[in-house]
């Protein structure tokens, strides 16, 4: 096997990589939502808006393999990040409550998943996005040379 294919073979595994943490997210956030019945709050939905379009579109980069894959994915995921991260500190009490986007309705910072004392469903969403854009900077970077 030549270098090329090689390369071309661990890009290819960095999208699916992507493809397959966008995917567990996603049937995550529907499991926590239709089978263990926890109602998703409103920066929830934000989230699940940015994650449940990677799953098609890294699906669609890898056959064939798309380099390009990149600027349609990291805006997203980017977008995705955000509201993660907002959601994220909500949670945690660095946002006080008088300013939460949740008044009505299911809470933000309400805790339905609390493994480890600090695993949560938003440090999940979290870290789903941040690895996404981890891998695409070292695909982005790879594909530079």
Same mark, same amino acid.
């Given at each position: %096997?030549? @270098?090329l294919d090689?390369? #071309?073979n661990?890009?290819w595994?960095?999208v699916?990589m992507?493809w397959?943490?966008a995917?567990?997210?996603?049937l995550?956030s529907l499991? *926590?939502? /239709?089978i %263990? /019945?926890?109602?998703?709050?409103t ?6 808006i *940015? %994650?449940f379009?990677l799953? =098609?579109?890294?699906l669609?980069?890898?056959f064939p *393999?798309d380099?390009s ?5 990291l805006?997203?995921? =980017?977008?995705?990040?955000?509201f993660a991260?907002?959601?994220? &500190?909500?949670?945690?009490?660095f946002?006080p409550e008088s300013?939460?986007?949740c008044?009505?309705?299911? #809470?933000?910072?309400?805790t339905?998943l @609390?493994?480890f004392g600090f695993?949560t469903?938003? %440090?999940?969403?979290?870290?789903s996005f ?6 695409l900077f070292? &695909?982005?970077?790879r594909?530079a040379k």
């Amino acid at each position: %096997m030549t @270098d090329l294919d090689q390369t #071309s073979n661990s890009n290819w595994t960095i999208v699916f990589m992507c493809w397959s943490i966008a995917s567990v997210a996603t049937l995550g956030s529907l499991f *926590f939502s /239709e089978i %263990m /019945e926890f109602p998703p709050c409103t920066l929830c939905w934000y989230q699940r808006i *940015f %994650m449940f379009p990677l799953v =098609l579109i890294f699906l669609a980069g890898l056959f064939p *393999f798309d380099k390009s894959i990149i600027k349609y994915a990291l805006p997203i995921a =980017l977008a995705g990040w955000g509201f993660a991260f907002y959601h994220y &500190l909500l949670y945690s009490g660095f946002i006080p409550e008088s300013i939460q986007p949740c008044s009505q309705g299911v #809470s933000c910072s309400e805790t339905y998943l @609390d493994l480890f004392g600090f695993i949560t469903i938003p %440090m999940l969403s979290l870290i789903s996005f941040s690895t996404i854009i981890i891998l695409l900077f070292i &695909l982005r970077r790879r594909l530079a040379k």
